[in-house]
């Protein structure tokens, strides 16, 4: 009986050892794995909606040999993340409040690394008579009209915030607006469920031209304003300031900032989207400001 009973044991023992070297060791003769270095990134739901971070991730960790971890979110929420140091990297499209980022000691330098336009866009019938209109025009007769109905993201998103910047260059008060009538409807979601959300009640919304193309063939919308220096976007990136939080990798931040402007992927960035949409879903612009 001791004997089975000591038998049992010295199994048990041996599996649970078996099994701790599965899970602590490599196929190298028992050797231990290294701890994968990680890398934190926040980011737009608008870069990450249009597949860009599926695509340029995977080149990222084989080029660096790192894990990298993606938060989307809007743009308010992504810079929340940076502040309390819960990320390494941001990339997000509000210029005012990178800089205030930037300023309050929290990033260390805004670098822009590609950009697009922002769309009005809406049902092809253009029930308003929007068309061709500045985007400020084209708020005020939506707001004027009270009758069409414009759906918002409302999500403190780096597009809500150029579109309350576009209600106050329009002469509007953004909170006035916002409870001036059913007409106004806020989303409080990412750009994708935005578009379809405008999409299913035939209403206007301001939208990123990259998940615009992105979302083309799910909804039943088109750009009725795209001109205006108003509706210039950039996207920036911003590695988080290791002074501020010291859990922040900002060697690896460094790495994705100089990875993003580097020539081989600002030529991928310019050609990202043609083969499926016909045309490049962003620009690059390499560490520049672009004009409108």
Same mark, same amino acid.
């Given at each position: 009986m001791q004997e089975r009973i000591a038998f049992c044991l010295f199994t048990g023992l041996l599996v649970l050892g078996l099994l701790l070297g599965v899970a602590g060791? /490599? %196929?190298?003769?028992?050797?231990?794995?290294?701890?994968?270095?990680? $890398?934190?990134? @926040?980011?737009? *739901?608008?870069?990450?909606?249009?597949?860009?971070? &599926?695509?340029?991730?995977?080149?990222?960790?084989?080029?660096?040999?790192?894990?990298?971890?993606? $938060?989307? +979110?809007? *743009?308010?929420?992504?810079?929340?993340?940076?502040?309390?140091?819960d990320v390494d990297v941001i *990339?997000?499209? /509000?210029? %005012?409040?990178?800089? +205030?980022?930037? /300023?309050?000691?929290?990033?260390?330098?805004?670098?822009?690394? !590609?950009?697009?336009?922002?769309?009005?866009?809406?049902?092809?019938?253009?029930? +308003? &008579?929007i068309k061709g209109m500045s985007p400020e025009g084209a708020f !005020?007769?939506?707001?004027?009209?009270? =009758?069409? !109905?414009?759906? =918002?993201?409302g999500d403190d998103s780096g597009t809500h915030g150029k579109e309350k910047a576009i209600w106050e260059s329009a002469g509007f008060d953004y909170e006035d607006v916002r409870k001036a009538g059913d007409w106004y409807i806020e989303a409080g979601r990412g750009m994708g469920p935005?578009?379809?959300? @405008? /999409?299913?009640?035939? @209403?206007?919304?301001? !939208?990123?031209?990259?998940?615009? $193309? +992105?979302?083309?063939?799910?909804?039943?919308?088109?750009?009725?304003?795209?001109?205006g220096s108003a509706l210039l976007n950039v996207y920036s990136a911003i590695a988080c300031n290791p002074?501020?939080?010291?859990?922040?990798?900002?060697?690896m931040a460094n790495n994705m900032v100089n990875f993003l402007t580097s020539p081989e992927i600002q030529e991928l960035l310019g050609d990202y989207g043609t083969e499926e949409y016909g045309m490049s879903l962003f620009a690059p612009c390499a560490g520049a400001e672009p004009s409108s």
């Amino acid at each position: 009986m001791q004997e089975r009973i000591a038998f049992c044991l010295f199994t048990g023992l041996l599996v649970l050892g078996l099994l701790l070297g599965v899970a602590g060791c /490599s %196929a190298r003769g028992g050797e231990l794995l290294p701890k994968k270095e990680r $890398l934190r990134v @926040a980011t737009t *739901t608008s870069l990450y909606d249009t597949g860009l971070w &599926g695509y340029l991730e995977p080149m990222f960790e084989e080029k660096y040999g790192v894990e990298v971890d993606v $938060l989307y +979110a809007g *743009t308010g929420i992504a810079l929340e993340y940076g502040r309390r140091g819960d990320v390494d990297v941001i *990339t997000v499209h /509000s210029k %005012a409040r990178e800089e +205030a980022f930037v /300023s309050e000691g929290y990033g260390v330098e805004r670098v822009p690394f !590609a950009y697009n336009y922002f769309l009005i866009v809406g049902p092809d019938s253009d029930p +308003a &008579g929007i068309k061709g209109m500045s985007p400020e025009g084209a708020f !005020a007769k939506l707001q004027g009209t009270g =009758s069409e !109905a414009f759906v =918002s993201r409302g999500d403190d998103s780096g597009t809500h915030g150029k579109e309350k910047a576009i209600w106050e260059s329009a002469g509007f008060d953004y909170e006035d607006v916002r409870k001036a009538g059913d007409w106004y409807i806020e989303a409080g979601r990412g750009m994708g469920p935005t578009l379809l959300m @405008a /999409s299913e009640k035939q @209403a206007y919304t301001l !939208a990123d031209m990259g998940t615009f $193309l +992105a979302y083309k063939g799910k909804i039943d919308l088109v750009p009725i304003v795209d001109k205006g220096s108003a509706l210039l976007n950039v996207y920036s990136a911003i590695a988080c300031n290791p002074d501020k939080n010291s859990k922040v990798n900002h060697e690896m931040a460094n790495n994705m900032v100089n990875f993003l402007t580097s020539p081989e992927i600002q030529e991928l960035l310019g050609d990202y989207g043609t083969e499926e949409y016909g045309m490049s879903l962003f620009a690059p612009c390499a560490g520049a400001e672009p004009s409108s």
